[in-house]
């Protein structure tokens, strides 16, 4: 994806943000997985007839790229280059037997619902590009989606980047940034406010944060 316009570019400069949704191991309704679930935090699924448990991310907030998740969106603004890369990916789910802590389901949600888009300017200083994400759990047919959408906000002259969006109130979220390969700043993070329930309807909790570099 690339960027036009008559602005002067800046040099050399390299912005990469990521948006990560994920399910905390600490949530007040985890139980600890037995057999295979072992070590793991576990959600008991919505269905008790239908359904088992899903594994949790394990974690808490953390500025590591690499860390567990459900979805991660993730763009490297290359303005030497007049480039912006992006990456997304869903975290594979896990279902497992509450009680003997089998293997019911192992599967990874498709990633086709992410994007970013709408890469311009915002004025002199100020590139934007918007994202979108939404994906579902693989494993029970009919789930809601986890989703997020906004905008970053790269600003050339203040030294920041900012998202400002909307989120489900469930699981949590959380955006970092890092320039030229420094070091990471946390952009925000929110949640849970609720459980699986609070995926209903469309992503409506508003998000804002700035990271300054």
């Known amino acids: 994806m690339t960027v036009g316009s008559d602005n002067q570019w800046p040099p050399a400069l390299t912005v990469k943000a990521w948006l990560k949704a994920f399910i905390p191991g600490d949530y007040p309704d985890a139980i600890d ?83 970013f888009a709408n890469l311009r300017w915002d004025g002199p200083h100020t590139i934007v590009v918007d994202v979108d ?27 920041t980047v900012t998202f400002t969006g909307r989120v489900h109130g469930f699981p949590a979220y959380e955006a970092y940034a890092v320039v030229n390969g420094g070091s990471i700043a946390t952009v925000f993070t929110y949640g849970p406010r609720g459980g699986p329930d609070a995926l209903t309807g469309v992503a409506s909790d508003p998000v804002t944060g700035t990271a300054r570099f």
């Open 133 to 159: 994400g939404f994906a579902n759990n693989p494993c029970l047919r009919g789930s809601p989606d986890i989703g997020y959408t906004g905008s970053f906000a790269v600003d050339l002259a203040a030294h």
């Open 33 to 115: 997985g037995v057999g295979a679930a072992s070590g793991h935090k576990l959600l008991v699924g919505p269905c008790s007839w239908f359904s088992d448990c899903f594994h949790t991310d394990n974690r808490t907030f953390s500025a590591d790229i690499a860390a567990s998740c459900r979805m991660h969106s993730e763009f490297e603004l290359d303005l030497a280059n007049h480039e912006l890369r992006e990456v997304h990916y869903c975290g594979e789910t896990v279902e497992y037997d509450c009680e003997a802590g089998e293997v019911e389901c192992r599967a990874t949600a498709a990633a086709t619902g992410m994007q």
